[in-house]
């Protein structure tokens, strides 16, 4: 079982709906968890980080941490072209090591 | 401010040559990662570097594969014997040490445009 698993997309959505991206981890010790988005050719950026189980909202994103379930997901609100990209899901344990996810590939259609 | 740089941004070797990636970190980020990112994969832990504390170096696919930090700042990987599934994208990211002076860093890694190396 991979550590880190994400919905597998391609993720096609018109201009305005909502993306939802969805992750899951292996390790029940997780603390830290993040959402990476990179677009192609180029780095991956953060977008989102949260570590309490609930909704943390930023701007058009909001992450959802359900540690029982072992579950992360990113929503996208009112998905604009520019959020075509890859978002990446990572996950931190206690120590300094990041383990990511795949990534599902957004596509937001004008 | 400047943002974490490396280089090349593309390098094209022949299989069974020794490739060099370097990375220069943020100024001030005292920890510092390699990744490794192959076509259509996520990012692979290849090592960490804090300070002056020995490196994590559990990621290394091989002993063909070896970094070093010079003075805690610029980092350069290094490939001997390349083989043609070492044709990946290798990333560099630098964060901030822990806030508690400990030896986790903080959360938010930043990373630089990567080396895209392709193996014939």
């Known amino acids: 079982q991979k550590e880190v698993e994400q919905n597998s997309g391609p993720l096609s959505v018109p201009e305005g709906a909502i993306a939802s991206l969805n992750c899951t981890y292996s390790?029940?010790?997780?603390?830290?968890f993040f959402w990476y988005r990179q677009y192609s050719g180029k780095s991956p950026e953060l977008i989102m980080s949260?570590?309490?189980?609930g909704d943390k909202e930023d701007g058009r994103f909001t992450a959802q941490l359900n540690k029982a379930s072992q579950y992360v997901s990113l929503l996208i609100r009112d998905s604009q072209p520019s959020d075509s990209a890859t978002y990446l899901c990572a996950v931190r344990a206690n120590d300094y090591k990041l383990s990511f996810g795949a990534g599902t590939t957004v596509t937001v259609r004008a | 401010g400047a943002g974490v740089s490396q280089s090349p941004s593309n390098k094209v070797t022949e299989k069974g040559k020794d490739v060099e990636l370097r990375c220069d970190p943020i100024?001030?980020?005292?920890?510092l990662y390699w990744y490794r990112q192959s076509l259509g994969q996520g990012l692979e832990f290849l090592i960490y570097?804090?300070?002056?504390?020995?490196?994590?170096k559990s990621g290394l696919p091989s002993d063909r594969f070896s970094a070093e930090r010079t003075g805690g700042s610029v980092s350069t990987l290094t490939i001997q014997r390349t083989q043609q599934e070492d044709s990946a994208v290798y990333l560099c990211?630098?964060?901030?040490?822990?806030?508690?002076?400990?030896?986790?860093?903080?959360?938010?890694?930043?990373f630089g445009p990567g080396t895209r190396l392709t193996v014939l």
């Open positions: 100024s001030g980020h005292t920890a």
């Open positions: 990211a630098s964060s901030l040490p822990g806030t508690s002076g400990g030896v986790l860093p903080t959360d938010t890694q930043y």
């Open positions: 390790d029940r010790g997780s603390q830290s």
């Open positions: 949260i570590y309490s189980n």
């Open positions: 570097f804090q300070g002056n504390s020995a490196p994590d």
